[in-house]
């Protein structure tokens, strides 16, 4: 049984919460000011503090501080009236977990009560995730031998039975939308819609109705009414990609919806009440994009619940063999070519590739090679890798590796030194052209342990 914390300087709201949380089996203890509620949690066992920003004495936001300062990890919920949300944008900046806007309903404030406990058995647990990698975490067509691809399946055994929304990141092609599917297959919701839209692949200004729906004679050509996804996703999930190129307009909505469950159709005046579990995904820097204005900061942190990022495959490499494994078999099948296999040198051609392309562009290479192997076996000359000295682009706009910068491929070649070296670093530093010393403080800047005299 959860314990909550109620600060709150208005007799009646501190009683009603007390009740309905009280109905739920929560244990309610509660303070009228911050200064109170310093002290309860000073002495009580809690797992969660609600708490009003407009307080006497110390504000909510020292109280957040504050509460932080003693527990980094202890879930804050802020209530804040309706006309002050930059004030809980500053709070969630703070480290509130969430906020809700007064005058808000019980259910809301419910909801958001179990989401925030959820989320914070699931931190909770991974924080023992190391130990617990010794189990192996597997769902169909994601290969994840990988110790970076078994801690992202283990974050989605964990997130997927809630209800939290989450937020995947990582570069193109890394498979962002096999987890999203994962997370609902493994989730309460896993019978419901599972409704996919790229925001990238729709015109901006339709954007809006394909998301929402529109009524007959919202526009030129709306000659019926028509549900948005929204609404064809309700009790199910909704695997929103590409959210970091959504439109200012449309994110107002998008924020509408995470935080009421409600939304009206273009052109309409009904409410819709849905019920849908958002899975949202970005390759941009979401934070960058906050910075300069393109995206909104409330719907950010309404979307960063659970954030997953998703290794890129020069991370994880060693799940390669496995991948090429699973794509022949497929495109084996699919073209009705007898190839089974492939040979070490056009593996090694594959271990040694950059992957700007990432799990994608392996699939396209395992596709074509399949497309155009002669023999049941893919040798090296059936691979045709997309390399820098191939590509049609100005060489000058390809000088490093896609994705990479020059510290970034000085590190790649200091390891494969290092792996061709079998580990001996006064050989690799001979392959790489540098002293013994030098290759020892580049050793350190990519922690690297490197003993004095160690081979």
Known sequence: MATILIIEDEAKMRRLLELNLGDDGFKTISAADA????????????????????????????????????????PVVVMTAFGSVETAVEAMK?????????????????????????????????????????????????????????????????????????????????????IARAIHEKSRRAYGPFIKINSTAIPENLLESELFGYEKGAFTGANTSKPGKFELADKGTLFLDEIGDVPPATQVKLLRVLQEREFERLGGTRTVKVDVRLVAATNRDLRAALEDGTFREDLYYRLNVVPIDIPSLREHKEDIPDLVDLFLRRFASDSGRQVAGISREAMNLLLSHHWPGNIRELQNIIERACALATTSKLEADDVHLDSPRNRTTSSADRFLPDGMTLDQWEDEMIREALKRAAGNKSQAARLLGLSRNALRYRLSKIGIPDENGAE
């Open 35 to 74: 200064e109170a509620g310093l002290r309860l949690l000073a002495s009580e066992s809690v797992d969660l503090v609600i708490t009003d920003l407009k307080l006497p004495g110390m504000s909510g936001l020292d109280l957040l501080q504050a509460v932080k300062r003693q527990d980094a990890a202890l």
């Open 94 to 178: 703070a480290g509130a977990s969430d906020y809700v806007l007064k005058p808000f309903s019980l259910t809301e404030m419910r909801m958001v009560v179990h989401k925030e406990l959820d989320v914070s058995r699931l931190r909770e647990e991974n924080r023992s995730l190391r130990e617990a990698l010794g189990e192996k975490y597997s769902h169909p067509n994601i290969v994840a031998r990988s110790p970076k691809m078994q801690e992202v399946l283990a974050i989605v055994e964990r997130v997927a039975p809630t209800n939290s929304t989450v937020l995947l990141g990582g570069e193109s092609g890394v498979g962002k939308d096999l």
